[in-house]
């Protein structure tokens, strides 16, 4: 019998969330039938018709239509609105044939479940008002948080969004590694040095270990209720693994993010699911090789990374995404088909999803998005082809 995900797929949690039955007339069971599922077979290394694409941050502040909506609008207040979320989710589909969407929202609504105020500053990002200071502060954090009440909006968001995208492409849900949660939660925002949450490892690693728990286990129950909403694939953005040393990495983050995987698929194998999960350690080169055994079918890299030699140091156990460095969408388009070229000649076809090292950002033109996601597509074309 199914434990959660029973509970998720047996019971259906979200009937019993009556406003979503009644405000969106929808049932997460009736979803429309997906049309291009190029991501999801590039996920577990199966043939696809091309290279498929999406860009990290493909709903932001670089497009027009992202920022009329966002407006004079409180971050976390959006994130709170399925409606908004959803259509965040959207935009960029409009515009540009990428192969996934990826449900708005941020890693930083899990200190929020936990009791912990978050606010986005206008200039100055996420910003903690009260951030950890030591680990007597743990006792304030809620450690058992009812994830179906606290997260509620997010997995409504993902429902309506999955009806909404009428099966164009695949949706993703994300999460934040215990790592990197825990950094913000100590840092009180963002940091270069981490040194504040990096103090913890070193002088409170018994503290360390137990926020890092505390965080897996509401992380695990978040992604699980995410694919009973309806996302098709996760991502676990270990977004600060670069400001750790390869010690470091083997003690705080690569556990968690393998037990994140292990219990995930685990609960969903009873229920007969199979949802392809990404791990993207930015900065984390030296943990490659891990990352590539820690039951993930996907690793995403950061632009610092070569292609073939990732492929090397991977030997082929997984799936590979990225890396294009942001700022080459700076270039002019003839340019960035070049750069193109030579990453999918690095990668291969078989078993790659192309994206960006990281997130997009503001400043750049919405054309050369376009131009990247179309040199993808006709680049990775004309390479089959050949084969
Ligand atoms: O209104 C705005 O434009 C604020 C900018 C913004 C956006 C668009 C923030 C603030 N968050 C988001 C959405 C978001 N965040 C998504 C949406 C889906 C998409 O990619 O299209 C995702 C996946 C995230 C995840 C996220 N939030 C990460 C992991 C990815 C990464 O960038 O490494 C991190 C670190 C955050 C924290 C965060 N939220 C926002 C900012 C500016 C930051 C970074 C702050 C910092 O450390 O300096």
Not at 23 to 50: I, Y
Not at 64 to 79: I, Q
Not at 150 to 170: C, S
Not at 293 to 298: A, G, P
């Amino acid at each position: 019998m199914c434990h959660y995900v029973g509970y998720g797929f047996c019971l259906y949690p979200f009937l019993k969330h009556s406003s979503l039955t009644f405000h969106f007339n929808f049932s997460p069971k009736d979803f429309p039938k997906l049309k291009n599922d190029a991501f999801l077979l590039a996920c577990r290394g199966q043939e696809t018709p091309h290279v498929p694409v999406w860009c990290m941050r493909q709903a932001g502040r670089y497009l027009p239509e992202f920022r009329e909506s966002r407006a004079g609008k409180d971050f976390f207040a959006t994130c709170r609105s399925p409606s908004a979320c959803c259509e965040l989710t959207l935009q960029p589909l409009r515009r540009f044939p990428f192969d996934a969407a990826i449900i708005f929202s941020d890693i930083l609504v899990i200190p929020q479940a936990m009791g912990m105020d978050v606010q986005m500053v206008a200039g100055k990002g996420p910003t903690f008002p009260e951030p950890l200071k030591e680990p007597e502060d743990l006792l304030l954090l809620q450690s058992k948080v009812d994830v179906n009440k606290e997260l509620d909006y997010v997995f409504k968001a993902i429902t309506l969004t999955r009806h909404k995208l009428e099966g164009k492409v695949p949706l993703i849900g994300f999460t934040g590694a215990p790592w990197t949660l825990m950094a913000y939660m100590i840092e009180g925002g963002g940091s270069t040095t981490q040194s504040k949450a990096k103090r913890w490892l070193y002088r409170h690693p018994e503290a360390s270990h137990q926020l890092l728990k505390m965080l897996t286990d509401i992380i695990v129950e978040y992604l699980l209720g995410q694919v009973a909403a309806g996302a098709q694939a996760l991502q676990v953005f270990e977004s600060h693994a670069g400001c750790l040393g390869p010690a470091e990495f083997q003690e705080f983050s690569l556990p968690y993010l393998r037990d994140i995987a292990r219990k995930v698929k685990d609960q969903l194998k009873e229920s007969g699911q199979d949802v392809p999960m990404i791990v993207f350690a930015k900065d984390g080169h030296y943990g490659l090789e891990d990352l590539s055994q820690s039951h993930y079918e996907v690793v995403g890299l950061d632009w610092t990374i070569d292609p073939r030699s990732a492929r090397e140091r991977t030997g082929g156990k997984v799936s590979l995404q990225g890396n294009m460095d942001p700022c080459a969408l700076y270039a002019p388009k003839e340019r960035i088909y070049e750069i193109v070229k030579k990453m999918l000649e690095g990668f291969g076809t078989r078993g790659y999803i192309a994206n960006l090292g990281h997130g997009l950002y503001p400043d750049m033109d919405p054309e050369n998005v376009g131009a990247f996601v179309e040199a993808v597509h006709a680049h990775s074309r004309h390479l089959l082809n050949l084969k």
